[in-house]
């Protein structure tokens, strides 16, 4: 017994390794990092060791933008897009033809290029020399006034990046919830067709239990995500995010480091425990609640 633990210790020793260098030993320095006052990068010096990089950061402007940004989107893009692809993936399990072409085509915009996404959201939103956008061609056909999505209006701006969003992982979404409604056993469903059960009080007494775990494994991965959210800003916004009100928490670690007010890893080691902070206490209170409400 003791030379097969040491035999599967020794096929586990690659991984641990891996995972030792390029994820625990990174978190373990950013932590440090985030204590050295008046760190020098060129130098690699600081002054002293203490709470101050985690003052700066929570009085920061740029901060507080980034994280109101962050928590707007987190809010309104994971419910949503949660319950969007799971009404999308009822009815495409309802479907009997064409079913595995309608997947695909949803599939879709989860393979594009996240760049070239934003490229064409910048086409229907963004006014040109010619025009005001497609979208705003549309709202003047209603008689509304054309709306500036890119350079105007925060809460334009918030509505166009949290449709974009919602669009980037929706594909996603959809696919792993068909699967999971595809694999809910026939039985329930005619059990509950002869007691003469509504398609309502099916879905909720059935449905909805049996796919919980599914659905409680893409609320948490989606919550992360948007946490993490940054490449999506830059495809509509540009790398200024700042200048443009719509930065998000990793972006600012990314400015932190190398974009013009770059050159503070203090700063941004700080920022980057403060979000795994964050996180870790949204993933902590959903683990809480689906004790209650996901059916394993």
């Not at 999971?180 to 067709?193: G, Q």
């Not at 992360?224 to 990793?250: H, P, Q, R």
């Amino acid at each position: 017994m003791e030379r097969n633990d040491r035999k599967g210790w020794l096929y586990l020793l690659p991984a641990i390794l891996f995972l030792g260098f390029f994820l625990v030993y990174p978190l373990v320095d950013v932590f440090i990092y985030s204590f050295e006052e008046g760190y020098h990068s060129a130098s690699q010096t600081y002054t002293g060791v203490g709470l101050y990089n985690y003052s700066y950061v929570l009085r920061d402007p740029y901060f507080l933008q980034a994280l109101k940004n962050t928590v707007l989107l987190v809010l309104i893009t994971v419910p949503l897009s949660t319950g969007l692809a799971l009404f999308i993936s009822l009815g495409l399990s309802s479907l009997k033809k064409l079913r595995g072409l309608y997947q695909t085509v949803y599939f879709l915009p989860y393979v594009t290029n996240t760049l070239a996404v934003g490229l064409v959201f910048m086409i229907l939103f963004k006014p040109t020399p010619y025009s005001d956008g497609l979208v705003n061609l549309f709202i003047g056909i209603f008689g509304g006034d054309a709306v500036d999505f890119i350079n105007g209006p925060y809460w334009a701006k918030m509505f166009v990046l949290c449709f974009y969003v919602v669009w980037i992982v929706l594909p996603f979404k959809i696919l792993i919830l068909t699967s999971a409604l595809a694999s809910v056993n026939p039985a329930y469903y005619n059990a509950a067709k002869l007691d003469g059960a509504s398609r309502s009080r099916v879905f909720a007494r059935i449905t909805l239990p049996l796919i919980s775990p599914t659905v409680f494994y893409l609320i948490i991965t989606g919550f992360i995500g948007a946490f993490k959210a940054y490449s999506d800003a830059v495809a509509l916004f540009g790398v200024d995010l700042n200048a443009a009100g719509m930065n998000t928490i990793v972006g600012y670690v990314y400015d932190m480091l190398y974009g013009n007010s770059g050159g503070y890893p203090s700063y941004a080691s700080a920022a980057a425990i403060l979000l795994f902070a964050v996180v870790l206490t949204v993933t902590c209170v959903n683990l809480l609640i689906s004790k209650k409400h996901v059916h394993y």
